[in-house]
């Protein structure tokens, strides 16, 4: 029986998230001055009382949206519906692992940072570099940028005859995709011969529309779908994040669980008591009163991949010009990217004495998958042996703790989500309460958390750059204005 199934041991890895120093009376008690407590902009219980029924219209308005996919919230049906899916996949896995050394994943954005995030999460943190019978899988590189140098140097480390590629764009045309699905090709076809496409390439697209379907039926690849109405960045617990995680040896059927019981969690009927929609309407409510930024830190390397992940999903869904009315709202929260303890010493300086523009995620651990003792030594100078007796577990827990207290001690809202240990079951539900919490927020503010139109005209110009048919209007246009700009070039 799957440890998920045991009631006690699923409650004891149920996430934690603590909203007290977001709050009036507690963030804000340095002073009483008036300055310093508008300043602090501290959430109050007035706040809270006012905007519940916002909330419960927000629950309203995102359970009509369940499930129809042209509203794209089926990424909330991605625990449930996937059982062949996932068997299929499974399938999959072995045979890849069976078969090969190396596994390269192409995509960007929402295909590639869920891939990277869980591989980082749930696997060793020196994956590529164990030998071989320590891996759970093939070496994985997950290549999500088109600098020449990367690409070279991929090519310079995989073995091309013992590499599988995973291709995965849910539009099936974004062209850093293409372009680096026109390499692979190539490279196979003139070393090993074209039938090694179909044996090395795997699709991961939508069902029928977009380039990458034409190829993979051209071809005849192996195909997962990514499924109508789950937007990029909505789809790590499609097959877009669980083939790549299935073949570095990831129990997906757990991630799927976790995620599973963050939506059960996440139903709860009383509002206040509800995980997402509570941290949605804090995000809400922190943005209103002028904290434009949201600092997401996590105290461990295992989850450093989650600040990428979470960043895209909250720049991409909140940052919107325009309401779900037409009416102009520039509406969005700065995503920074941390990790302590490490930025403790380079950034917190400023989170601390800056300007009062932020809110500060931290996300803690409560036990590590380690623990590791502290020797003793050097006796004679007590400022270093004091560390003596303790663990690096005891000091990356403090040090957080202590940060959280100087932090709400200088008025800075902050925040904290806890995994009880970094899983598969705790990592599926980090993931869909930070979906529902983006979802809910996109709600309260009005907009489409599910488009990105702002990214539109960079890919538009792009494609006019390197002269793609149907963009000769605006290859001029870019033409001319790039004359017009060489004198302020020096
Ligand atoms: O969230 C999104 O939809 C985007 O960030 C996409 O994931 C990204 O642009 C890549 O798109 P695609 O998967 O279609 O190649």
């Known amino acids: 029986m799957p440890r998920y199934n045991n009631s006690q041991w699923k409650q004891s890895m149920k996430l934690k998230y603590d909203f007290n120093n977001m709050l009036e ?35 309203r308005s995102i359970a009509r949206k369940w499930g129809r996919p042209s509203k794209m919230m089926a990424w909330a049906k991605l625990p449930y519906n996937q059982k062949t899916v996932v068997k299929d996949i499974l399938a999959a896995a072995q045979s ?8 390269v994943v192409f995509g960007i954005g929402g295909s590639a940072l869920g891939p990277i995030a869980v591989q980082q999460a749930l696997n060793h943190l020196r994956y590529n570099e164990l030998p071989d019978d320590k891996r759970g899988g093939p070496k994985l590189y997950v290549e999500d940028n088109v600098d020449p140098e990367r ?22 045309g974004t062209s850093e995709t293409m372009a680096q699905t026109l390499i692979a090709f190539d490279l196979l076809k003139r070393t090993l011969g ?20 034409k190829i993979a039926a051209e071809y005849g ?8 109405g789950v937007g990029g960045r909505f789809s790590e617990l499609c097959p877009v994040g669980l083939l790549p995680a299935a073949v570095c040896g990831i129990d997906i059927e757990e991630l799927l669980a976790g995620a599973a019981y963050m939506d059960e969690l ?21 943005m209103k009163k002028g904290k434009n930024i949201q600092v997401f830190i996590p105290y461990s390397d295992a989850l450093k991949y989650m600040s990428d992940w979470f960043a895209q999903l909250w720049a991409e869904s909140l940052g919107k010009k325009y309401s779900l009315r037409g009416k102009v709202v520039h509406t969005g929260q700065t995503p920074v990217k941390a990790l302590g303890v490490t930025d403790q010493h380079s950034q917190v300086q400023l989170y601390a004495e800056g300007p009062f523009d932020k809110v500060i995620t931290f996300l803690g651990v409560g036990d590590y998958r380690t623990t590791y003792a502290i ?25 957080q703790y202590a940060t959280e207290m100087s932090l709400t001690h200088a008025g800075k809202l902050n925040q904290t989500i806890t995994l009880p240990e970094v899983n598969a079951f705790t990592l599926g539900q980090l993931m869909f309460f930070q979906q529902v919490q983006t979802t809910v927020c996109g709600e309260l503010l009005g907009i489409d958390a599910f488009d990105q139109p702002g990214v539109e ?8 750059l390197l002269g793609r048919p149907g963009f000769e209007e605006e290859k001029k246009a870019l033409d001319a204005q790039q004359k017009k700009e060489a004198q302020y070039i020096l």
């Open 457 to 464: 005209e960079g890919k538009i110009n792009t494609y006019a």
């Open 25 to 59: 009376g507690k963030v804000d008690v340095a002073s009483q001055h008036p300055s310093f407590q508008k300043k602090v902009g501290a959430i109050t219980r007035e706040d809270l009382e006012k905007a519940m029924p916002a909330l419960e219209k927000a629950r």
């Open 221 to 228: 690849l192996k195909k997962f779908v990514v499924p109508d």
């Open 194 to 213: 074209e039938g090694a496409i179909a044996r090395q390439v795997i699709a991961v697209t939508d069902k029928a529309k977009g380039n990458l379907a």
């Open 151 to 172: 690409m070279a140097a991929l090519l310079d480390v995989v073995e091309l005859d013992k590499t599988c590629f995973i291709i995965i764009t849910k539009s099936g």
């Open 266 to 286: 996440c139903r709860e009927e009383d509002l206040t008591k509800n995980l997402g929609y509570m941290a949605g309407l804090i995000s809400y409510l922190s």
């Open 375 to 399: 020797p003793g030594g050097f006796d004679d100078m007590p400022s270093v042996s004091f560390l003596s007796g303790h663990t690096l577990n005891e000091l990356i827990q403090s040090e």
């Open 96 to 103: 890849i692992r069976r078969n090969f050394t190396h596994l």
